[in-house]
């Protein structure tokens, strides 16, 4: 065990002068990681508008979907990259970085989504007036998947549904970013192990 954490440690190379793995900077990137959902949010309503506009329910379904594929990819590409460097810094200076420090950094980079649905549920009992326009910028790569239980911005046209299913969404949110930041921090192979499991 302890000649295979020396190959493994001469093998590693760490290219960062930080002495200990960055917890504030990726804090903050987990936190950047929604203007980034965000974009890819606009450019595929921009893109899958005319087909919301010709498919009806379909389109928005579609739409939603396609929005919701991309933001877990981008959050999973997230947590296997900082769970990288925190096994880097594991092997090579001797950090003690826990594996389930993922969980945080899924929660931060779905702390708006989050925000956005206290907004919703707060709406919706008439604690405040409409959210559903905030509620749909702050999650526009879900536009066409909310349109499906609110398509205006009236909030007593809203179905009840959307308070049950959002939070699985983000559910998936912070798994993806915490399943793959435990994936990099033991340095699995993904594909290695794909390809090894069909051969």
Not at 39 to 66: K, N, R
Not at 132 to 143: A, D, H, Q, R, S
Not at 165 to 187: C, D, E, Q, T
Request: with cysteine; charged share 20%.
């Amino acid at each position: 065990m302890a000649d295979e954490q020396t190959k493994e440690k001469a093998s590693l190379k760490d290219y960062s002068g930080d002495e200990k793995y960055n917890r504030k900077s990726a804090l903050l990137t987990a936190l950047l990681k929604w203007l980034e959902c965000e974009f890819f949010g606009l450019f595929i309503f921009l893109w899958l508008l005319a087909m919301t506009l010709v498919l009806g329910d379909a389109g928005d379904f579609l739409f939603g979907l396609v929005g919701l594929i991309c933001n877990i990819c981008v959050l999973a590409d997230f947590g296997l990259k900082e769970g990288s460097r925190a096994h880097v810094k594991i092997v090579v200076r001797g950090d003690d970085v826990s594996k389930n420090y993922g969980l945080l950094l899924g929660l931060i980079s779905s702390a708006p989504s989050i925000l956005s649905y206290i907004l919703l549920l707060l709406s919706y009992f008439g604690v405040i007036g409409s959210a559903v326009l905030p509620f749909k910028i702050l999650n526009c790569g879900l536009w066409g998947l909310i349109n499906l239980f609110v398509s205006d911005m009236k909030i007593s046209n809203m179905s009840p549904y959307l308070l049950a299913v959002f939070p699985i969404i983000i559910l998936l949110y912070i798994l993806s970013v915490f399943i793959a930041f435990r994936l990099g921090h033991k340095n699995e192979d993904i594909v290695t192990k794909i390809v090894y499991k069909k051969q």
